[in-house]
């Protein structure tokens, strides 16, 4: 075994201890460091006394739907308990969300969700807002942020997509008519193109990126909607047809997230009291949808990060919640 703190494989057992149900733990030291370490440490569930297939129970309960104070009574526990194993999860949120393998295609959906959070305050000033992207093919959870619906929020929103897929050779980018979509992807994702035919040799013009082809839905006064592409693409980049813009899995994602994630069900929102909260719920959330859940539209058995080709077999949230982090593709 390596020290997780070194990586040194001079390591040497140091005594042991027990958990709550009486399951012993190996401890270890390290002889390059002199740290003390168990199989826990570095893992969701360090220095925790509690079996981890409770507390993977627990997260899988709420990532059915159920609130976190029934969570707490189904486990003879304070719903404070559930939301400490709930954030011991999403801590690593980062770890479990590796960029997009590159050299395919992807198609990026954007759009908005709204809970009640805290206090009963109109939309536009409540943090209650989330801006999500979801990848269509794979179904693949890519971002969540939540916060005030401001520029700020698009920003992080976008920023934390274009990472995850930037990499890819072919990006379509759908989001709703919102503009400040668009507004933060040109920012991170526009390029100098040199205009050959002009009469200066030396003029250019700004373009998206070879490759991305970006275009909103936007509602127009009849409820009707219709697409409207964010120019100027690249001159090479083939833009896809109509119906294939139109085509929107997003709304069957918000309807998931509402039926999976009792935050945004209820309109007492009784745990999501604050723009945390509601971070922390949608980050377990989203390790579980692309990890542990296969999806039914996906073939048996197929998860979302299996299906973006990021891993190779479904996780059961008892296996990540040993894990030190994002396995490698090959294990
Ligand atoms: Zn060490």
Redesign the pocket.
Known sequence: MD?P??Q?QQVVKNGRESLSDGTVLQRYR?K??S?CFNDRTGTPMARLRTPSSVVATALNGRSEGLGVRATGRLFGTSHSTILRWEERLARQANTWSPPAPGEQAVTLEGDEVYTRVGENVPPASSQGWTIHFIERQSRYWVSAIAGHKDELLFQRGTQQAWQWAQACSYIRWFTDGEWRYAKALWDLASVYLVLRNSPSAYRTRKVWRYGLEVAMKVKGSQGLRRIVWVRPEHPYTAVSPLAEVHANHNEAHNAALRRRCSAYRRRQNLYAKTQDGLQRALDVQRIIHNWVRPHWGLGKQTTPTMAIGLYSRPLSTHELLGMRGFPCISS
Do not use: H, I, L
């Open positions: 020290c703190y070194c040194s390290c390059g460091c740290k």
